[in-house]
């Protein structure tokens, strides 16, 4: 049983472009049932002009899922939202926080935070157009300007048309000269301004993300904003969120057994292989899940190997399984 009190946004798993596809969303959900799961940022263009089962399918075993959008025109962000709704989104998210080149040629991401109304704009379009929750993601600040006055406006302007959550990755965005991947690392980490801006909004919903790892990282967070965004450490060590559900959500369902996780994926890789596609597409997603354990190096390797990719999933599990297994006696033996 859950505890009523807690926000839905208590714990989740940041938005992640090239890794939180529906193959790896699918697989975190066999580890923890309460987080909240988002997608990698779907552009308003990829849904007005592409292949929308594409971008939006999903399964059914992900909810709570939310979809995150980039876009900066109402318009297409409406209608995007209302295609989120109709796929069965729990949520609809806009991406302020994106600083790589190609996002910013298409004015969306964290260059939007220089402009609050504009964002504004696009939150009460969506909030007309569905029913489910609107919510930003963004930055602290942009380049360096590291003003606190600068977000505080930001988040206030955008409360004005009808958000009530934000999702706060607490650096700034530098628009020039860092790659995003340095943008994860080299502006410095300022939790304290996010806690700031929960005190001077305590009727809005605030969560935190940034270089947050470990479940007493989380917990370190939670007295002092509504939720914690979780990025890289869940994806490099999923099986960090295997107490989650527990710890977090106040849930009395015994925990997973990495096994149990595994034996799962491995039937969810022959339904992909069934539907046309190769098993590597997911298993890539997975190679953290021994992460920590003997032998965890010759399992990735073994999943890993190109040379078994015409192999049923079930093949190469017993593989994976039994070069571990070994792996773990050889440690053991030689300690």
Known sequence: MLAEAHSPWRVSVAPMMDWTDRH???????????TLLYTEMVTTGALVHGDVPRHLDFDASEHPVALQLGGSEPADLALAARLGERWGYDEINL????????????AFGACLMNEPQ????????????????????????????????????FVGTVAEAGCSVFIVHARNAWLQGL????????????????????AEFPQLTIAINGGIAG??????????VDGVMVGRDAYHHPWHMAGWDRRFWGAEA???TREAVEEQMVAYMARVVAAG??????????????????????????????????????????????????????AALAD
Not at 24 to 32: D, E, Q
Not at 120 to 148: C, F, L, Q
Not at 216 to 222: N, P, S, T, V
């Open 118 to 153: 504009t964002v504004a704009d696009g939150v009460k379009a969506m909030r007309d157009a569905v029913s489910i929750p609107v919510t930003v993601k963004h930055r602290i600040g942009v380049d360096k300007t590291e003003s606190y006055g600068f977000v505080r406006d």
């Open 215 to 224: 479940d007493e990282a989380i917990a370190a967070q939670l007295p002092h």
């Open 95 to 106: 991406n302020c926080g994106c600083p790589s080149e190609r996002v910013q040629r298409g």
């Open 24 to 34: 790896c969303r699918y697989f975190h959900r066999l580890i923890t049932r309460q």
């Open 254 to 256: 015994p925990e997973p």
């Open 179 to 198: 790659s995003p991947k340095e943008n994860r690392e080299i502006p410095p980490l300022r939790y304290a301004l996010v806690h700031r801006l929960k």
């Open 277 to 330: 596609q190769p098993w590597g597409w997911a298993a890539r997603h997975m190679l953290g899940l021994w992460n920590g354990t003997p032998g965890a190096r010759r399992w990735r390797q073994v999943w890993s190997d190109h040379r078994l990719k015409a192999e049923a999933p079930a093949q190469v599990a017993r593989l994976a399984t039994q070069a571990r297994l070994a792996a773990a006696e050889s």
